[in-house]
């Protein structure tokens, strides 16, 4: 669109059109879906390599990917779109960008590497005056050049995640400017409101002396998120913004305090973690300062009524005592309330038509969730809602359910955090999916959840048994057992769980065996047990019964003195990793009978000193890593037939000292790393080392210390 490939089509939207296009390119495979979100939204695609080698070779030079300096072959002023993937070095790039400044008429400008810019950017954007689009995303600027608002034809420009404090803003054919994750910006640039073309600004950054009014005037699309909201002085400045007006809006984020990228700890996707004040009860304990500040924030959020059509609303940080006088719009589909911490009642939402996603976080003020969360009027409440999460509600203690049968009715994913004080949740017949973390563990109980199919417990410390109601699921499919250091066994009636593909057992440091009845479990495909430190033995003959099972870890286990000798039934087995159990006295018998292994690693296993010999039967092999095994002091001759090993990882393993003759005949191997095995490192030195010719033939090999590695230094690469 930047580019004015797309033509209009009467009045519709270009970026409608465009949408259309990358729509039928994505069906017909020019495009690929390769990133998901936690939300199940695709939000990376990439380029079909045959496509791409086809549009590069179609571009000929009018496109350009700028690693190194200029090819002599290319004529600069034939340039018309060039990406530029550099690395960063004390604040410059390290390629030289004269390299396009005879590239006048250049339209489509790329910068993708590490975070840093050269210091020359005025007279850069000085020369590229046609520019139509510019991405620094990533790039470690904090102010622009004036010459940067010279560039009067630039359509899209992208500063997201970039530490930029100010904007020099004089590009009147802007259509789209990406702000989002600038965490510094603290105020708009002056004269935004006549950027007349402008469509999308996911980022507005309220500040005194600047009027919300500056949006009216602006005609946006998709999302919004206005952030520093403390700082408007007066409701009737808010309502100025006029976000009622704003049908075309998607999406309105509110926030009171910073806007920042997502925290791993924080449930929602546009994640503030503004500072944690004390939470006041009632309104008497306030100074009257403090108390009109809140009222203050109340008004202002009155203020701001979204759009009818609205489908997502995000509210972050919000100080007052209550929620918006006014309703939600009817359309909405995903809503987001974080760290409102003073509000003692949930807004009603049950009403909500459409609601499919719902995130509740930091709510220390609310004590009870009650019949006003579900609304009036409606028969059925929460009708559409597939995913709520509910997390740090501190002195949260009861959650009643207006009616249970008609609640919640399509609910397939339940979470709930670090919610210590509650002792009962809403148990829908539809829930497939329930996380529980750092709660009490009288929320554990599962009976009637017919159709569960993933249990997470996580932290939670009195936990004695597994919930109630867990063996006769029939749907389960993945259970994992994390952080529960009380749990000291598992039922018996586990062997019920016909439909268990994935089991994980990991922190639980009293749990000190485990029933032979898991041997029932003939769908298991994968299993982990790690962290289990009272486990000393597995029970003979179980692990073999799992006829299914395809990877098995057993990690830092470190009383453990034996594994089941019925390791050799697992012929489906693929993966299988021992890592940091210095107690195992032996590898387990009958490795050759793993017809399918494709991996094997072995970590930090004092009493492993070779390679068992049945490994040498398994002609599936591809990737095999060994690391802090002191007492390995060789690989077998036997090594060579190892014929489909394809990645091969030694580290800390002094003892070792050269490598078997026949390693050359391992055609296959692509990538080899040996490291902290000071004898071997020196006879595989390049060109003079005594085995350097046995490894010659791996393209992609590092040979040395991992410090050297990790600031770049490149070793051993491909011959």
């Known amino acids: 669109m930047a580019e004015g490939f797309v033509l209009g089509q009467g009045s519709k939207r270009l ?147 970039t530490p930029i404090e100010n904007l020099p803003l004089r590009m009147t054919c802007l259509r789209h400017l990406n702000l989002t994750g600038c965490e510094q910006l603290f105020q708009m640039p002056a004269g935004i409101e006549s950027l007349h073309q402008l469509q999308t600004l996911p980022l507005y950054v309220a500040w005194r002396g600047r009027r919300l009014s500056e949006l009216k005037q602006l005609n946006l699309y998709d999302k919004l998120n206005l952030t520093h909201l403390e700082k408007v002085r007066h409701a009737a400045e808010a309502k100025t913004a006029g976000l009622m007006m704003k049908k075309n809006l998607d999406s309105l984020g509110l926030y009171w305090g910073l806007y920042q990228p997502r925290s791993e700890d924080v449930d929602i996707s546009l994640g503030i973690v503004p500072k944690r004040g004390k939470v006041f009860g009632i309104r008497e304990q306030l100074a009257p300062s403090a108390a009109q500040q809140y009222k203050h924030a109340e008004e202002i959020l009155d203020s701001l009524q979204p759009p009818k059509n609205m489908k997502k609303l995000f509210i972050n940080g919000y100080p007052g005592f209550r929620f918006a006088a006014w309703a939600l719009p009817e359309y909405v589909v995903a809503v987001e309330i974080a760290n409102c911490q003073n509000c003692g009642h949930l807004p009603a939402l049950g009403n909500l038509l459409l609601l499919k996603t719902l995130s509740l976080h930091g709510m220390h003020g609310v004590r009870r969730i009650g019949t006003e969360f579900y609304g009036d009027g409606a028969d059925i409440r929460f009708p559409s809602l597939e995913k709520l999460s509910l997390s740090d509600f501190p002195n949260l203690e009861e959650w009643t359910s207006a ?116 041997q029932n479990l003939k769908a298991l495909e994968s299993l982990e047990i790690s962290n289990c430190h009272s486990i000393i033995s597995m029970p003979d003959g179980w692990i073999g019964g799992l006829s299914s099972l395809r990877t098995l870890s057993i990690e830092n286990c470190s009383n453990l003195t034996s594994l089941s000798s019925s390791l050799e039934r697992l012929t489906l087995l693929e993966h299988l990793t021992i890592m940091f159990c210095p107690n195992l006295g032996s590898f387990p018998e009958g490795v050759q009978h793993l017809s399918s292994l494709r991996s094997l690693i072995l970590l930090s296993c004092p009493w492993f000193d070779s390679l068992p010999e049945g490994l040498q039967h398994v002609r599936t092999l591809h990737c095999l890593k060994i690391g802090s095994c002191l007492n390995l002091t060789a690989l077998p001759e036997w090594f060579e037939g190892l014929d489909s090993l394809r990645s091969l990882t030694i580290f800390d393993c002094p003892g070792l000292q050269q490598l078997p003759p026949g390693f050359k005949i391992l055609t296959k191997l692509q990538h080899l790393s040996i490291q902290e095995c000071p004898e071997l490192e020196e006879r595989c030195r390049q060109g003079s080392g005594e085995d350097w010719l046995k490894i010659a033939h791996v393209p992609h090999k590092y040979i040395g210390p991992p410090q050297a590695r990790q600031s770049g230094e490149a070793s051993t690469s491909g011959s």
């Open 15 to 161: 970026e409608d059109i465009g949408d259309e296009y990358f729509s039928d390119l994505l069906w017909m495979a020019f495009f690929q879906e390769v990133e998901v979100s936690e939300n199940d939204d695709v939000v990376g695609y990439r380029m079909n390599n045959v496509i791409h080698d086809l549009a590069r070779y179609v571009a000929g030079e009018e496109s350009l990917i700028l690693e190194a300096g200029l090819p002599p072959y290319i004529n600069p002023s034939q340039i018309r779109h060039s990406s530029i993937v550099y690395t960063n070095r004390d604040g410059e790039i390290t390629i030289p960008l004269e390299a396009l400044y005879a590239a006048e008429h250049l339209r489509t400008l790329l910068f993708l590497g590490d975070s840093g810019l050269s210091s020359n950017m005025e007279k850069m954007f000085s020369r590229f005056v046609y520019l139509r689009l510019l991405d620094l995303s990533g790039c470690g600027v904090s102010s622009f050049p004036d010459a940067l608002g010279g560039l009067i034809c630039l359509r899209y420009l992208d500063l997201s995640y």
């Open 403 to 518: 009616n249970s049968e008609n609640s919640f009715p399509s609910l397939k994913k339940l979470t709930v955090k670090r919610c210590p004080k509650l002792a009962h949740i809403p148990s829908p017949q539809s829930l497939q999916h329930l996380k529980l973390q750092d709660c009490n563990p009288m929320l554990t109980s599962v009976a009637n959840l017919g159709l569960l199919s993933v249990l997470v417990l996580e932290n939670i410390p009195g936990l004695l048994t597994l919930p109630e109601g867990l063996t006769a699921s029939a749907c389960l499919s993945s259970l994992k057992i994390l952080s529960c250091p009380k749990l000291r066994s598992l039922p018996l009636q586990i062997r019920n769980l016909t439909a268990l593909k994935s089991l994980t057992i990991r922190c639980c440091e009293e749990l000190s065996s485990l029933p032979q009845t898991l």
